[in-house]
């Protein structure tokens, strides 16, 4: 199975501050075949169903706020958000769909400071 | 517009059953590829099981693999997930969301608002 370590567990940051969340498969999910990065992000807010933020690690999805980029490669992954704000707050996953058991993340809380 | 309304959620006692559907609108069912995902209440999130656009082959977690099955309608646009030998683990909110693809190897665009199953005696 593909570990999925996600750091760190939560983060406040000031408003208009940039939040920066990790992701480390415990193996590569690039694609060689079609040199795709099998790895997505979501944002989840309370009593909300996950939202798809960026999908192959750094296309960022219709309508998400171009404050998200998604970056990294193989093995190594990065959310940012370049200047949070409040509707921001919210549990951030990254998710491995390249082998299964597809993964999860454990989350990232983002707070406002 | 894309909805997924989930159904057949409720309380259930240890080794009992239940089947959850996921109604499908505002795209073309047939051609994606659907999965169920669950919550544990304050955990993160879980991958279930997946199903293939149109041959219907399945994947599951090892957890639910002889539990639980995965199939589709696409003439009722639905997906439905029977679930037997329920375990108190098994208690989450299930979601059922869309691929962007006809391959399960893709990501989840669309996700519905869940489904509560508690298992407890």
């Known amino acids: 199975d593909i570990v999925m370590t996600q750091s760190p567990d939560s983060l406040a940051v000031s408003l208009g501050e940039r939040a920066t969340i990790n992701c480390k498969p415990s193996?590569?999910?690039?694609?060689?075949?079609?040199?795709?990065?099998?790895l997505a992000w979501y944002q989840q807010k309370p009593g909300q169903p996950p939202k798809l933020l960026i999908s192959?690690?750094?296309t960022r999805e219709s309508g998400v706020p171009d404050r998200f980029s998604g970056s990294g490669s193989g093995t190594d992954f990065t959310l940012t958000i370049s200047s949070l704000q409040a509707e921001d707050v919210a549990a951030y996953y990254c998710?491995?769909?390249?082998?299964?058991?597809?993964?999860f993340g454990g989350g990232t809380k983002v707070e406002i400071k | 517009e894309v909805q997924l309304v989930e159904s057949g959620g409720g309380l259930v006692q240890p080794g009992g059953s239940l089947t959850l559907s996921c109604a499908a609108s505002?795209?073309?069912?047939?051609?994606?590829?659907m999965s169920w995902v669950r919550q544990a209440p304050g955990k993160g999130l879980e991958w279930v099981s997946s199903?293939?656009?149109?041959?219907?082959?399945?994947l599951y977690a090892v957890s639910v693999k002889g539990r639980f099955t995965l199939s589709r309608d696409n003439s009722k646009n639905t997906l439905y997930l029977q679930m037997n030998s329920l375990r108190v683990e098994d208690t989450a909110l299930y979601y059922c969301?869309?691929?962007?693809?006809?391959?399960?190897?893709?990501?989840?665009?669309?996700w519905g608002q869940g489904t509560l199953v508690t298992v407890s005696s």
């Open positions: 199903i293939y656009a149109g041959d219907e082959n399945t």
């Open positions: 998710h491995q769909h390249y082998s299964t058991p597809f993964t």
């Open positions: 505002g795209f073309t069912f047939s051609s994606y590829a």
């Open positions: 969301a869309k691929v962007v693809s006809n391959s399960c190897y893709a990501p989840h665009d669309y």
């Open positions: 193996q590569s999910v690039l694609y060689s075949s079609d040199n795709k990065n099998y």
């Open positions: 192959w690690a750094s």
